[in-house]
């Protein structure tokens, strides 16, 4: 039972190491995107404001950008606006692979819709929408912190990791005490065959369960590696501004290990 328990609990956590193996990308700065605005936060301060129609605002002045500055910003923005979804939809759905997989478990051992189930089902409902908050994630806004991406899956190890363990041990309490309790009025002989039946039932579940998280964590993975080269490659781009606009000459949103190492 421990060693199933702590199958479902590890699921989510074991898909982030995409990032700890492939991403190698920081963003030094805090990136607020709205449907009309795309914003670069210093220590809660806007230092670079990136408007729809190629306005570009540092710490508050316009700054006055050529045709070929407009299109290398324009590149710059979209990219922007299409990663940051991107890293929000990953850390959401690695969460939410491992939810899945210990609900599915619980499920199937006290029975869908039963009392423990359906507290369960509230607990992890709960655990996402504050996960959706921490991004302050809505239809058409997102916020990223500054942050290492090759720590991303701190997310996972830090409050979730523990809160999850929390409701699993809390589950695997009362399974074992539904289990006790049903056993009770068996005889000896009965009582083993139950033991082995229970037993081969959370070995069953925790094959297929292996197959079908290790399935989903692979696709997540393959996301991710493509996540960081994207972010890679919009670093190129960011390097072109600071070289070609002065006033971005100081601006470094992303860094790669590349770069760190030069």
Do not use: W
């Not at 699921?11 to 709205?34: M, P």
């Not at 998280?213 to 996301?223: M, N, S």
């Amino acid at each position: 039972m421990n060693k199933f328990s702590l199958l479902v609990c590890c699921s989510a956590f074991t898909i982030t190491s995409a990032f700890a193996e492939h991403c190698n990308v920081n963003f030094n700065y805090g990136v607020v995107i709205d449907p009309t605005h795309v914003r670069i936060l210093d220590h809660g301060q806007t230092y670079v404001q990136f408007n729809e129609n190629n306005q570009v605002f540092v710490r508050g002045r316009e700054i006055e950008l050529t045709e070929a500055h407009q299109q290398t910003v324009s590149t710059f923005v979209s990219g922007i606006r299409e990663q940051v979804p991107t890293i929000v939809s990953i850390a959401i759905e690695g969460v939410e692979i491992g939810l899945k997989a210990v609900n599915k478990v619980i499920g199937g051992l006290t029975g869908e819709n039963s009392a423990s189930h359906r507290k369960i089902q509230e607990n992890f409902d709960e655990m996402q929408m504050r996960l959706r908050k921490r991004f302050n994630h809505s239809d058409e806004s997102y916020y990223i912190a500054p942050q290492d991406f090759d720590e991303f899956d701190e997310i996972f190890t830090g409050e979730f990791e523990h809160e999850i363990e929390e409701i699993v041990s809390e589950s695997i309490g009362t399974i074992l005490v539904a289990v006790g309790e049903a056993m009770a009025n068996r005889d000896e002989e009965d009582i083993e065959q139950r033991v082995d039946t229970f037993d081969e039932r959370i070995q069953s579940m925790g094959t297929e369960l292996k197959l079908e998280v290790g399935d989903r964590a692979t696709q997540l993975e393959a996301k991710a590696e493509k996540f960081c080269l994207n972010l890679s490659q919009l670093d190129k781009v960011e390097t072109e501004m600071q070289l070609t606009i002065p006033a971005l000459s100081k601006f470094n949103l992303i860094t790669t290990s590349t770069q760190e190492h030069q």
